[in-house]
């Protein structure tokens, strides 16, 4: 199965690691693009391996058609499945944000995806390039411009450059900053005849504190209105089962770390050992970031060589949503702990 969408006729490609579309799971895989390199093909072949552990299943590597030094690069997940009325040629998963693109333009398209996701979409037709990240950043996206117009962008700052972005081997008279792209909005470029961009808009799609727009298409039904507790209780019970059933929709067998259904024990000595790596891979020296993931890593790494199980949901992020810390039992007033989780959602 082909990791990129393309539809020649229309001269629109896509490379995403998405969970997107009318409804969709959970997915993980690894996106890779250069806009106006200076590097040899065998030096970008190379920047895009670093992220190969994104997606085991399949790989492809390609320059554009018609464009100069413009590449694309994709590790490819097996997982998504979608629901929406569109003719189409391929099993790529992300196919459905093309047809969306072509019916809606690109900032309904990216407010119509009810899920997870990064995509890079090219437009050769109109000379585009399209940038787009979830409203919550969950899928992770890196940038980086220079003052001549070379655009890089990966799922990974490591992973685009002969060390990763940071240090990245092109011609410029100012260092160019490696930024994570912000969540909730895309991004547009034109892209000129020697692969060079230029930004020219930089927008938010949605934000978590509005309806999104693709609710209008959700199989939930009418929910009931007020603020009696059984009201409310029914409510997030509604919306609980709905998010959980949406989830379970994938083309693998869907694993959850839940209390007490199996121990994973490792020593001190393994955890200090498994910092390095964490760090690497997080791409961050946070250190409250870095305690919280070592022992996420070290359960990952378990399940990877002791079972087939490649998608896992660990429920990251609902206590500090919903106040599941012990810390929040003595919490500030309402409604300044509003604003607090309001800022957490938006982070």
Request: net charge negative.
């Amino acid at each position: 199965m082909p990791p990129f969408a393309h539809t020649p006729e229309k001269g629109v490609t896509l490379i995403s690691p998405p969970s997107a579309g009318a409804e969709t799971s959970a997915d993980m895989c690894g996106i890779w693009a250069l806009f106006g390199s200076d590097d040899c093909l065998s030096t970008q072949c190379t920047c895009a391996m670093k992220i190969a552990h994104r997606g085991p299943d399949a790989f492809r590597f390609e320059n554009v058609n018609g464009f100069t030094n413009c590449c694309f690069g994709f590790h490819r997940l097996a997982i998504l499945k979608e629901k929406f009325d569109f003719n189409y040629q391929t099993k790529v998963d992300g196919e459905i944000l093309l047809h969306l693109y072509e019916r809606f333009g690109i900032e309904k398209m990216a407010s119509l995806l009810d899920g997870v996701f990064a995509f890079v979409l090219l437009d050769t037709a109109n000379r585009k390039v399209f940038l787009g990240r979830d409203t919550y950043g969950v899928r992770p996206m890196f940038r980086m411009l220079t003052d001549d117009g070379f655009l890089a962008v990966c799922s990974e700052a490591k992973g685009t450059g002969a060390a990763g972005l940071t240090e990245i081997t092109h011609s410029m008279a100012t260092p160019a900053e490696v930024i994570p792209f912000l969540p909730g909005h895309f991004e547009v470029f034109n892209l000129k005849a020697n692969g060079k961009v230029e930004s020219v808009q930089l927008d938010r799609f949605h934000s978590c504190t509005d309806e999104p727009a693709h609710a209008v298409y959700d199989s939930v039904p009418a929910l009931p209105s007020g603020f009696e507790l059984e009201t409310v209780k029914g409510t997030i019970r509604t919306l609980f089962e709905n998010a959980v059933r949406k989830r379970l929709m994938a083309h693998r067998r869907i694993g959850c770390l839940l209390s007490e259904h199996h121990e994973v024990n490792f020593t001190p000595e393994e955890g200090i050992r498994a910092v390095q790596e964490v760090i690497f891979h997080l791409e961050t020296y946070d250190i409250t970031t870095i305690r919280a993931s070592v022992g996420m890593y070290l359960i990952s790494k378990y399940i990877r060589e002791k079972t087939d199980s490649v998608v896992i949901f660990s429920g990251e992020g609902s206590d500090e949503l919903t106040q599941g810390y012990l810390y929040f039992h003595k919490a500030r007033p309402m409604p300044r702990l509003l604003k607090m989780q309001l800022r957490i959602a938006n982070a």
